[in-house]
């Protein structure tokens, strides 16, 4: 059965740091691309980060860009995004997905439809 599991969420203060991980069972992660969403109250899914399988193309939406790094260990099947400078704008459930190869390098890498496989989503919320 293939599953992400997302995990790493929580509350914390502005400022402040999560590491969020998305591990993949059931299929080889390293074939895909890595993409993490988040989803806030009344809003729709955004795109928020894509890693190319080999982590060669790396995109941010602009409201992350230099407090959000996207990894990846493939031999740990595991997907990584590390966000740092937390904001309480940066507060809504986060998803990871895999979508194949290619979507990475393309304009319209933050399209959910482009992805193929979710997970169920963690909730970050920052607060003081």
């Known amino acids: 059965q293939l599953r992400l599991v997302e995990s790493g969420g929580g509350l914390v203060q502005p400022g402040g740091s999560l590491r969020l991980s998305c591990a993949a069972s059931?299929?080889?992660?390293?074939?895909?691309?890595i993409g993490w969403f988040r989803q806030a109250p009344g809003k729709e899914r955004e795109g928020v980060s894509c890693?190319?399988?080999?982590?060669?193309?790396?995109n941010y939406a602009d409201s992350v860009k230099g407090r959000f790094t996207i990894s990846r260990d493939n031999t740990k099947n595991t997907g990584y995004l590390q966000m740092n400078s937390l904001k309480p704008e940066d507060t809504a459930v986060y998803y990871c997905?895999?979508?194949?190869?290619?979507?990475?390098?393309?304009?319209?890498?933050?399209?959910?439809?482009?992805?193929?496989?979710w997970g169920q989503g963690t909730q970050v919320t920052v607060s003081s």
């Open positions: 997905a895999v979508t194949p190869p290619g979507v990475c390098y393309s304009s319209t890498w933050d399209r959910a439809i482009r992805y193929t496989y």
């Open positions: 059931g299929f080889t992660l390293d074939r895909y691309n």
């Open positions: 890693t190319s399988s080999s982590g060669g193309s790396i």
